[in-house]
């Protein structure tokens, strides 16, 4: 295996794979890449019960439909750990969350019902599912709040929001399930990933922004920093927690390792679109981090992972796709 090439994603043909959150911007991604890879996905969308019948709308994976089975339910319903029976999976990615981590401040308890309730749900499942060989549960790097170096596993969980406290009681969960009932579990914290589809983090949003040339707005004096991750490198990341051996019982954190500001995000973004926006600042948002980058050290180790879109070749694609859409 090199860096270029990761041989054990041959594995993923043929095997049962459900991919919870399947219709959002990563989870899209991941379905496509695995649907690729000759895997048989089922997919578990957010669906409304109407008259008996379940409902959904999809947005991001419409065009493939006739390519997987469909499951439409609340993920923070206890109905998920029958569901998740029927499908008997081999291979389950949790990705399903409210993600959107301002909502958090208004909806606190309905993010953690989806972002706890839901992952409990689907360990419960899991404790059902003696045949199952994986399940990887979606952390996040807002686990660890803010820390000036930047962060391995070991760090200490400090989240500054609801949204934070909320994936750190999931991961942990999912942590506690793998030593007490021996599941095949593996814990990923990605960070700060962006690319096409995304719609509610700061590079979409100054990317649709700039490119109809309006201000570019910055919460805070802009000095605050991210490490931002393309969405290709991310899907890479996991594949291999669910599939590689190494991965049972670890967590992981995935990302570019490069600090950024959101002031030079923002430059970078005009630049490159050609835009004449200017960039306004306002007051602080609550509970905001100040620096979060990713040690991507373990990754590397475990399974030889390493990010191959520099942050140029990301915003220049993320781009050219948000043009195409105009």
């Not at 996905?41 to 994976?61: A, C, D, M, P, W």
């Not at 439909?65 to 990615?93: F, G, H, M």
């Not at 200490?156 to 942590?175: M, Q």
């Not at 960039?279 to 609550?286: A, H, P, S």
């Amino acid at each position: 295996m090199n860096s270029n090439s990761y041989e054990t994603f041959a594995n993923y043909r043929d095997k049962k794979v459900l991919v919870t959150g399947a219709d959002g911007f990563m989870g899209s991604h991941l379905t496509e890449k695995l649907l690729e890879l000759g895997a048989k996905v089922t997919v578990f969308v957010r669906g409304t019960s109407v008259t008996g019948t379940h409902q959904y709308e999809l947005k991001n994976i419409s065009h493939l439909v006739s390519k997987v089975e469909i499951v439409a339910a609340n993920i923070a319903s206890r109905d998920t750990i029958q569901l998740i029976k029927q499908v008997q999976p081999d291979i389950i990615l949790h990705l399903a969350a409210e993600a959107y981590v301002p909502k958090s401040f208004s909806q606190p308890l309905e993010v953690f019902a989806v972002n706890l309730d839901g992952t409990l749900n689907v360990l419960e499942a899991t404790r059902q599912l003696p045949n199952l060989e994986r399940v990887v549960i979606t952390s996040s790097s807002e686990v660890y709040g803010t820390y000036p170096e930047p962060i391995t596993e070991s760090c200490l969980l400090n989240p500054t929001s609801p949204y934070g406290a909320s994936k750190a009681a999931a991961d942990r969960a999912a942590y506690s399930w793998h030593v007490t009932y021996k599941l095949p579990i593996a814990i990923i914290r990605p960070f700060n990933t962006y690319g096409p589809r995304h719609t509610y983090d700061v590079i979409p949003k100054f990317i649709d922004l700039a490119l109809s040339n309006k201000p570019l707005t910055i919460y805070g004096d802009g000095r605050q920093s991210r490490d931002f991750t393309y969405v290709s490198d991310t899907v890479d990341a996991f594949l291999l927690m669910g599939i590689h051996p190494n991965a049972v019982g670890q967590t992981v954190n995935f990302g570019a390792g490069t600090a950024i500001t959101i002031t030079t995000i923002a430059q970078e973004i005009l630049k490159l679109a050609e835009s004449s926006s200017e960039i306004v600042y306002l007051k602080d948002r609550l509970a905001e981090v100040d620096s979060l980058t990713c040690n991507w050290n373990k990754a590397n180790k475990l399974f030889n992972w390493a990010p191959k879109v520099n942050l140029a070749q990301g915003l220049a694609l993320n781009i050219q796709w948000a043009k195409s859409r105009l």
